[in-house]
């Protein structure tokens, strides 16, 4: 009887952790990426700025905020789990508040002309931005961009996954090289990595710790300026069972000091949010969703 009762009792610890997709140890998970031909995907996004700018004494807030609706459609899935997707912004809300100033207001859905500082996001909305293939563990394999503007900032599009079965408290990284402009005009590369930390797995959903480090030595603030809101961090929320981000925030609190001038600084302080929607979604109610 107290066999009998010990196995029950595991098997319902094992049951507990999440049907997810895991290795023979059951505290290891694999991480992947899942699609489906033909299914479209929805995240509503946000993203909050506000920049103080201090000049001998004197200081200036900048405050911005966009809400929009990101889009990949799937056009085909290989057997090796490796998608290739359309990705779009179907609508966009965006606001601007400088000190002093009048706010300047867009919204895709409603104002049939958008005023000048927002023209060239307003002609990325509702086109195809890119054709990617990404592979089950989200490397980018091929990416064609259609609208090459808007597209110069985009670079990884979601979470890398590890390789291999990981437990709880595992860290992996991604490499990668940010290329910033020096005072003589010249395009300087910096080497950067992410971090990423399994912090834990409940009912199937892994939370993932983000983090950025820049690892090249700078000490330009014309630099710094640059790289300064590379430096996030925050929390990616990834189904295992449906192998998607379902949620994420990355915040940032930063401040600069000696630029421009050596008597000046620049707070930064932001926050990006995303969410993915339920797929029965209506566009109506997308549109609630976003309001």
């Known amino acids: 009887m107290r066999k009998a009762v010990s196995c029950l009792l595991a098997g319902l610890s094992i049951w507990a952790a999440g049907a997810a997709t895991r290795a023979d140890d059951a505290s290891t998970y694999t991480l992947r990426y899942r699609f489906h031909p033909g299914e479209t995907l929805r995240w509503a996004v946000e993203h909050r700025s506000m920049i103080d ?8 807030t900048a405050e911005t905020f966009s809400r ?14 490796s998608a290739t997707f359309v990705h779009s912004v179907e609508s966009v809300e965006m606001r601007q ?9 867009y ?3 409603t104002d049939p002309q958008p005023p000048v500082g927002f023209r060239q996001v307003a002609r990325s909305v509702g086109v195809p931005l890119s ?7 989200g490397n980018i394999l091929r990416r064609t961009r ?36 020096t005072n003589t005009g010249l395009i300087r590369k910096v080497k950067a990595r992410q971090t990423f930390t399994l912090q834990s797995v409940k009912t199937g959903v892994a939370t993932i710790g983000v983090a950025t480090q820049i690892l090249t030595p700078v000490d ?35 401040r600069l000091v000696g630029y421009p001038n050596p008597a000046s600084s620049i707070h930064y302080l932001t926050r990006f949010t995303e969410k993915l929607l339920p797929a029965e979604v209506e566009t109506a109610s997308r549109s609630e969703e976003l309001r």
């Open 220 to 254: 330009d603030p014309a630099i710094e300026s640059q790289l300064i809101e590379r430096a996030s961090s925050g929390t990616v929320r990834f189904d295992i069972d449906a192998g998607r981000v379902i949620a994420q925030q990355m915040d940032l609190d930063k």
């Open 53 to 60: 700018t201090t000049v001998s004494g004197s200081s200036q």
């Open 131 to 137: 054709t990617v293939t990404l592979d089950a563990r």
């Open 107 to 109: 919204n895709s859905r």
């Open 146 to 181: 259609e609208q090459v503007k808007a597209a110069a900032s985009e670079g990884q599009i979601t979470v890398p996954l590890p390789q291999q079965p990981v437990p709880v408290g595992y860290t992996w990284s991604f490499p990668h090289e940010i290329d910033v402009k």
């Open 97 to 105: 508040k400088l000190a002093g100033c009048e706010e300047v207001r």
């Open 68 to 81: 929009s609706l990101k889009a990949w459609r799937v056009q085909d899935v290989q057997p090796d789990g």
